[in-house]
């Protein structure tokens, strides 16, 4: 005679903080990348941001690509950190078409208006723990925040949110603690 009792079910697991911000930063790429509409996305970052299990987190991200699954070509990436100091580009550097930013605690200084932009679209994926940011655009540039979450902080931009076909576009991405992400003009537009 065989036995009838089943095996005890899997205990769910509790998922950590870090856990919650890499689901969080792949729901930010999944946005930036248009896979995810405004209302999609919302939604899911807040069920990122309140799940305590596992697999809560897992239906958030099961149809989006894993990791690495869309990374851009070699060479069309850079990425720049920074523990708590500062972290500056500026004049002539050449912007990639991905641009990853991270830093602890500190200060991150982009300004585009003088590099050599190969690409018409650029994406800048911020992960900023606290501090200050500041992307300075060329005039006519354009900038979308709406993959770009704080915590405890604020984003302001001064720039249009409107792409124009004949202008760089900025897609910014991520999430910042603490801190203030500024977006604005050059000093020296018409």
Known sequence: ????????????RRVSDSEREQAVQRL?????EGR???????????SAY??????????????LPSPGEAAPASGETIELSTGSGTLKRGGDWVVPRWLKVRSDSGTVRLDLTAAT????????????????????????????LDGLTTRHGSIKSRVSA??????LHVRISGHTNVGMVKVRYGRHHR
């Open 1 to 12: 005679m065989r036995s009838t009792t089943s095996e005890p079910p899997t205990p769910r």
């Open 28 to 32: 930010n790429r999944a946005f930036a």
């Open 36 to 46: 995810l509409t405004m209302e999609e996305f919302d939604e899911r970052l807040s």
């Open 50 to 63: 309140r799940a305590t299990f596992e697999d809560e987190l897992g239906a958030l991200l099961q149809d």
């Open 117 to 144: 932009l190969e690409h018409r679209v650029v994406d800048i994926e911020l992960t900023v723990d606290s501090g200050t940011t500041v992307i300075t655009l060329p005039y006519g540039a354009s900038a979308n």
């Open 162 to 167: 409107r792409p124009d076909p004949a202008a």
